[in-house]
């Protein structure tokens, strides 16, 4: 048996850091994800004029409950969908004007349900380009609060977002929501928020939030479920091989921990206790089919390792993959495909038909971290596979090709 240890979570250490930024007094944040996305996140907060001091494992945060220290600020959110969703909610509750922009690959993500929605809540809001999209303006005066509709059926990170942004409100805020993809992450915020001291309550599809501010803590943020997939999966296809995750166990915040149950549906040996997770291989992955809508970011790790099931394997609603880092549906079909497996795609499933991955083939990542590490699984089994751009990994994971080395040559 292997032990891993996976770096900290990209979703916590997210949340953590708006959280930090909005409360009374000064929280550290244990094991911080260190990666590009988080470091973009620490030093968007440093540009808005927040006091942050990074130490190896931990990160200190001096809140501002009363909003950034600058009153102008530029802020480059490079390809952080949270950077570049959570930070201009925050500022929102302040005062000032704010400058936001990101990269290429993430001016094409969308902005639009949350940009109107806190339009709806009176805040000056001004897309540089196309509606919807970065780059945009900001220009706060504070947020009263009220009642809002949400649409969330593309991203979770807008519910995500106003519920951080409620307790920071005069009046609170009361959010309805008509549709919700990748629920789990949601329940990470509610947790998070509550931790740092928020009154959050759920009735029926409506979350109300009471304006209580926020309170500074010392906060251990838990390893990456999503990255821990990947060893989870090479477990699995591997006969013999097992490993163990320190850290995720049965009290995990990460729903995407789940995908264990995938792999124990296809045949893998799977223990969750209290401490951690193990993934043993049985020698055998049968085929299935699984709706990963709660838990989509992994949908590229099972593809990954769908031609080694004994069946097709068909993964349903998983629609909101095709607007991440890539289109994530058509840039798995296409790897497969170029390795000679047959694979059908739909707008919100794909279904993938067992055969020999053949090599030499470059995988075309478009830029997407989770398309490089979901296919240095299936180059386990299939000689000859590169990758057009390796680095993209620093984005969550940047010493991922080593580790994963290392995992793979250890008895």
């Known amino acids: 048996m292997t032990l891993i240890d996976i770096p900290g979570s990209k979703s916590v250490t997210a949340r953590a850091l708006f959280l930090a930024a909005a409360a009374e007094g000064t929280t550290t944040l244990t094991r911080p994800l260190v990666s590009d996305d988080t470091e973009g996140f620490a030093e968007g907060l440093a540009a808005l004029g927040y006091a942050v001091r990074r130490e190896p494992g931990a990160w200190h945060i001096e809140g501002r409950p009363a909003g950034p220290g600058a009153d102008e600020a530029d802020v480059y959110c490079r390809d952080g969908a949270t950077t570049a969703r959570f930070l201009p909610t925050l500022v929102a509750a302040g005062h000032g004007t704010y400058r936001f922009d990101a990269s290429a ?34 220009h706060a005066a504070g947020v009263e609060g009220g009642a809002l509709t949400l649409d969330a059926g ?50 029926g599809r409506t979350y109300r939030v009471a304006p209580t501010g926020y309170r500074a803590r010392t906060y251990g943020i838990e390893p990456d479920a999503s990255t821990a997939s990947y060893f989870f999966a090479a477990a699995a296809l591997e006969p013999g091989r097992s490993v163990t995750v320190p850290g995720l166990g049965t009290g995990a915040l990460q729903g995407d921990l789940a995908f264990v149950d995938v792999l124990r549906r296809m045949g893998a040996d799977v223990e969750t206790g209290a401490d951690g997770t193990t993934v043993r291989s049985t020698g055998t992955l049968r085929g299935l089919t699984v709706n990963m809508r709660d838990i ?26 095709r607007v991440k880092e890539c289109d994530r549906l058509d840039a798995c079909a296409e790897n497969l495909r170029r390795l000679g497996i047959t694979v059908e795609t739909g707008p919100d499933w794909i279904e993938i038909h067992p055969g020999t991955p053949a090599g030499p083939v470059e995988i075309a990542t478009h830029g997407d971290h989770r398309i490089v590490m979901s296919f240095a699984v299936t180059a386990l089994r299939t000689p000859g596979i590169t990758f057009d751009d390796p680095g993209c990994v620093k984005k969550t994971f940047p010493d991922f090709h080593r580790a994963f080395d290392t995992f793979v040559h250890t008895p």
């Open 105 to 138: 690959q993430m001016r094409r993500r969308p902005l639009g349900p949350l940009s109107t929605a806190l339009r709806g809540l009176g805040v000056d809001l001004r897309h540089g380009g196309e509606d919807g999209h970065h780059p945009l303006d900001v």
């Open 154 to 203: 593309q991203s979770s990170q807008y519910l995500t977002a106003l519920l951080m942004l409620g307790p920071l409100t005069a009046e609170g805020l009361d959010i309805t929501v008509t549709d919700l993809v990748s629920e789990p992450y949601v329940e990470i915020t509610l947790a998070m928020m509550r931790a740092f001291g928020a009154e959050v309550r759920q009735e």
């Open 296 to 321: 989509s970011d992994t949908m590229p790790t099972l593809a990954a390792i769908a031609p080694f099931a004994d069946g097709p394997v068909r993964i349903e609603d998983v629609a909101n993959t």
